[in-house]
């Protein structure tokens, strides 16, 4: 059994996830925008071991998020699911860019990080001169780009640690609409895959996913010195820093 942490878990693919985590015995901690959401989260999968709330929009919010999910303990796999889509792009680059920086540097390590990408994130650029000075021209596409080259800046940091990213597809939840074209049950068993399988295929890291599959992914991805320098200003305008 594993100790499971899903960012983003209240509804949507995050909360499928969840649903078939446990359904496989493992121990999962749910996490909800607020008090209501969270109580949501738990009444859509009883059997979560708790739900920690915290808003991802707010940098104090997120920090002290990291903090609670400590008080859970350690936890063997952290899922970063949480992400937004029609909304500003202030809210965009602080949900999708800020918020799975700050958890993964202050979340206790776990054997296994997820990041939640998307196929969009090949039409993005990395943009990081715009990060101090103007992030509403940053979008979507740009955020899911940053979550890939964070996912591989921390493969290679952490070489005890499988982190791997991954493109859900264009399924029909609230953020992808009902007439969604892709298949909702394949949006969530990649990451149920990752996180607890056992298959070679998945015991590797700062690969990127899409139905279990490994993809051809934006190569910028790749630019060890882009990492860096997104970790840096991630650092700089949150005051959290990359553990080295």
Same mark, same amino acid.
């Given at each position: 059994?594993?100790?499971?942490?899903?960012?983003?878990?209240?509804d949507?693919?995050?909360?499928?996830?969840?649903?078939?985590?446990?359904?496989?015995?493992?121990?999962?901690?749910?996490?909800?925008?607020?008090?209501?959401?969270?109580?949501?989260?738990?009444?859509?999968?009883?059997?979560?071991?708790?739900?920690? @709330?915290?808003?991802?929009?707010?940098?104090?919010?997120?920090?002290?998020?990291?903090?609670?999910?400590n008080?859970?303990?350690?936890?063997?796999?952290?899922?970063?699911?949480?992400?937004?889509?029609?909304?500003?792009?202030?809210?965009?680059?602080?949900?999708?860019?800020l918020?799975?920086?700050?958890?993964?540097?202050?979340?206790?390590?776990?054997?296994?990080?997820?990041?939640?990408?998307s196929?969009?994130?090949?039409?993005?650029? !990395?943009?990081?001169?715009?990060?101090?000075?103007?992030?509403?021209?940053i979008?979507?596409?740009?955020?899911?780009?940053?979550?890939?080259?964070?996912?591989?800046?921390?493969?290679?940091?952490?070489?005890?640690?499988?982190?791997?990213?991954?493109?859900?597809?264009?399924?029909?939840?609230?953020?992808?609409?009902?007439? !969604?074209?892709?298949?909702?049950?394949?949006?969530?068993? @990649?990451?149920?895959?990752?996180? @607890?399988?056992?298959?070679?295929?998945?015991?590797?890291?700062?690969?990127?996913?899409?139905?279990?599959?490994?993809?051809?992914?934006?190569?910028? !991805?790749?630019?060890?010195?882009?990492?860096?320098?997104?970790?840096?200003?991630?650092?700089?305008?949150?005051?959290?820093?990359?553990?080295?």
């Open positions: 059994m594993a100790r499971i942490f899903i960012t983003g878990s209240a949507g693919l995050g909360a499928l996830a969840a649903k078939a985590l446990i359904e496989q015995g493992h121990e999962v901690v749910l996490h909800a925008r607020n008090a209501e959401r969270g109580r949501d989260a738990m009444a859509r999968n009883p059997g979560a071991a708790a739900v920690v @709330t915290g808003d991802l929009t707010d940098t104090a919010a997120t920090i002290a998020l990291a903090s609670e999910v008080k859970q303990g350690a936890f063997d796999v952290v899922i970063h699911n949480a992400g937004v889509y029609q909304v500003s792009a202030k809210e965009i680059f602080a949900v999708n860019t918020a799975p920086y700050i958890l993964t540097c202050l979340v206790q390590k776990p054997k296994r990080l997820i990041y939640l990408s196929g969009m994130h090949m039409q993005g650029s !990395a943009k990081l001169n715009l990060f101090a000075t103007d992030v509403n021209r979008t979507y596409s740009d955020s899911k780009l940053h979550v890939l080259m964070l996912c591989k800046a921390v493969a290679r940091k952490w070489p005890d640690v499988y982190a791997n990213a991954l493109d859900p597809g264009w399924v029909p939840t609230k953020m992808g609409g009902r007439g !969604a074209p892709d298949d909702l049950q394949k949006g969530y068993e @990649t990451q149920v895959w990752l996180a @607890t399988s056992g298959d070679a295929a998945a015991q590797v890291s700062g690969r990127y996913f899409f139905h279990q599959k490994e993809r051809p992914y934006n190569r910028e !991805a790749d630019d060890v010195l882009l990492q860096d320098q997104l970790l840096q200003q991630c650092a700089a305008l949150t005051g959290v820093s990359f553990p080295q």
